[in-house]
């Protein structure tokens, strides 16, 4: 198997599993209890909280777990709206957001909010000067994405902060994290608000956190037993937590010669890729944007016909666009780039993690330069 | 009192002196639909009981017998001694129930039938003297002979059974009491109602299925293994072939005129479910075909797709709307399966502009221009994988 669909999600390392196990079966007590072994757990959590916080240059205080990703920019968006006095006021983010963002926001816009939706050039990155001109005093929050899902690119979030405090310093910033965390530098970010998930990095399903600083008002998400200081009710998920520091602690080791590894096998793919006929590079450049994720349109293939035969290869790759026929061909994010009609239809993301080899990104290339003499002799006429 | 079940049958009814061979199958069918219930199943007179289900399972029983071909209705009855006054008690505690479903008042009307003759009241003098009784009884209750609410029946049989209720089957002939036939299933609306109505009248299907992968996906197959479980509620379990069909089409498009392409699919399709049917001794082929709906069902087209077939081809949507079909996808459970959006994943195969009014000779000349035409089918032949699929796979 070549399993090339790692920003879908990644294989549980052995010491998260370990991890998880761990506190499954042996210290599986409720951290919230009151005697010793259950403190011995909130320890464990806390450490973790500890940890994950310092990688983004925060305190423990400001980082509360959560299920996921999905959970993280709800509660980042939905707790910071419902806070708001203003019923109008505005709420920024961009056209190539993932659905737990983007949904959010139409929801938003549904209540009557100002929701603007800023669009990226066609290498995926939002101009902060176009940022600027979109804050007003009226704007609660932004959201922009770190890293983009399907074509990778990379944000300067450092520029759109810059930018947004310059119109606005009372407006939050969120970014949809997801994709960023563990495949850029780990290092303070100028946000505010920061969401992550553990299965994008080898931990579990059903784990993430959001990173709140200090200054935001957020009405938290689900009620409850008043877990995550109120933020996130629910029973403390010590095993996913415990394995999600697990496998941080393994990505923070080998964390320069990941990010380089999985660099080179991207370059080397799309080498391979680009120089056959009629195959083009979506979004930002290889050497550009995030170095796990290569997206690239096969002309006159369509993309879902090339997966499953690659698939029937032992090679598991994405396609942004489905080929069912209630969605052919419409891809939102690939369209706010201009990737659309052939071009979308024929897209094909390929996610590496560091376990990745180049003989695999050798023989995919190899596989699709045979696939493609084949299916491009069929094409609709 | 005990509640039994009073399962009436339908157009077993006409036969002569065949009737006791579908009157076993049907009993068999019902024994095993109520198996799990621990119902002992009998034959009476016109009407088959079903005893010993426990209250709380009546429920079930019913949904699965009217899943049953054979059966024209169902009716949950109490019974009782063939005691006047016991009838009287029993109709009481039955037109209270109803009485309180519609707040206190309703109108009613009784319906008696006495193939006891030893009864000593006739059907005519059962139902006004009840009647007389319950109005008694209940000042809510007004008679309405036209169109009453409540329908009160009384029979006098083996002994007297008492009901309210009468629950619709499926009607039609017992399940595989007329032989079987192969039901090519895509994974669309009308294949699978095709495929009921014929089931409804006593055949016992296999389907066929053609996958094209990678055109298209697992999750299509899939969908198409839930279709024939869906189905399989309905006789316990069919066999689904699963033909591997993408070199066939593969060839017919390359080697063929691009306009021609549906109508060769199709034709292509027909020999290798007659050659699948007739190693599985099905004596018909069955198909979702309805008049004028696409490009491959014109008259002309069916014409070409028929000769291709020699066996015959049972087309039971084909003077149906697609609304009618859709009807009765609904009502047989499929419809929701069949939108699932994982089919024809490509159109490559599917011609912009096919021709509605093909020529039997012109579609046959480009199938003599394919040297190894019969290898290919015989190939995909080989290739087909089956299942056997239960209806207790379903879901839903």
Known sequence: MIYLDNSATTRVSAGAAAAARHYMTEEFFNPSAMYAPAVQVEREVERVRAELAASL????????????GTESDNIAILGTASV???????????????????????????????????????????????????????????????????????????????????????????????????????????????????????????????????????????????????VRSGTTNASGIAAMGAAFEELRAAEAENLRHMRELKLLLANYLLSLPDVLLNGPKAEEGAPHILNCSFLGVRGEVLLHALEERGIYVSTGSACSSHKKGKNRVLASIGVEGERAEGAIRFSLSAENTPEEMARTAGEISNLLGVLRRFRRR | ????????????????????????????????????????????????????????????????????????????????????????????ALMQEELAKRGGSCTFKVFARRSDKNFPMTSNEICPELGHVLLERFPGLSVDVKEPEVSLSVEIRERAYVYTNEIMGPGGMPAGSNGKAALLLSGGIDSPVAGYMMMKRGLELECVHFHSFPYTSERARDKVVSLAALLARYCGTVKLHIVHFTDVQLALYERCPADQTTILIRRAMMRIAESIARKNGCKALVTGESVGQVASQTLDSLVVTDNAANMPVFRPCIGMDKYEIMDIARRIGTYETSILPYEDCCTIFTPRHPVTHPKLDRIQKSERAIDDYERLLQEAIEKTETLVVSGSQASG
């Open chain 1, 57 to 68: 240059g925060a305190k423990p205080s400001e980082l509360y777990f959560t299920s996921g």
């Open chain 1, 84 to 230: 708001q006095r203003d019923p109008h006021a505005r709420y920024i983010t961009t056209e190539m957001e993932h659905p737990a963002v983007y949904n959010v926001f139409l929801a938003l816009a549904r209540t009557g909010a100002d929701v603007v939706f800023l669009k990226p050039d066609s290498a995926g990155r939002i101009d902060p000067a176009a940022l600027a001109e979109a804050v007003n005093e009226r704007t609660a929050l932004v959201s922009v994405m770190h890293v983009n899902n399907e074509f990778g690119s990379v944000q300067d979030l450092a520029a759109l902060s810059s930018a947004i405090a310059a119109k606005n310093p009372e407006t939050y910033f969120h970014s949809d994290g997801v994709q960023g965390f563990g495949k850029l530098p780990f290092g303070p970010l100028p946000v505010d608000l920061y969401s992550i998930s553990g299965h994008k990095f080898h931990a579990p399903k059903g784990i993430g956190a959001l990173l709140m600083k200090k200054r935001v008002k957020n009405a938290g998400g689900q009620l409850g037993g008043g877990q995550e200081r109120g």
């Open chain 2, 1 to 92: 009192m005990a509640n039994v079940l009073l399962i009436r049958y339908g157009e077993i009814h006409l036969k002569g002196q065949n009737r006791g061979f579908f009157l076993r199958l049907l009993k068999e069918d019902i024994a095993a639909a109520l198996e799990e219930f621990g119902a002992e199943v009998t034959l009476g007179q016109g009407r088959y009981y079903a005893s010993g289900i426990a209250d709380s399972c009546l429920a079930a029983a019913v949904d699965h017998l009217t899943r049953i071909f054979g059966i024209w209705s169902v009716s949950v009855a109490k019974e009782v001694d063939k005691e006047f006054s016991v009838i009287c008690e029993t109709a009481a």
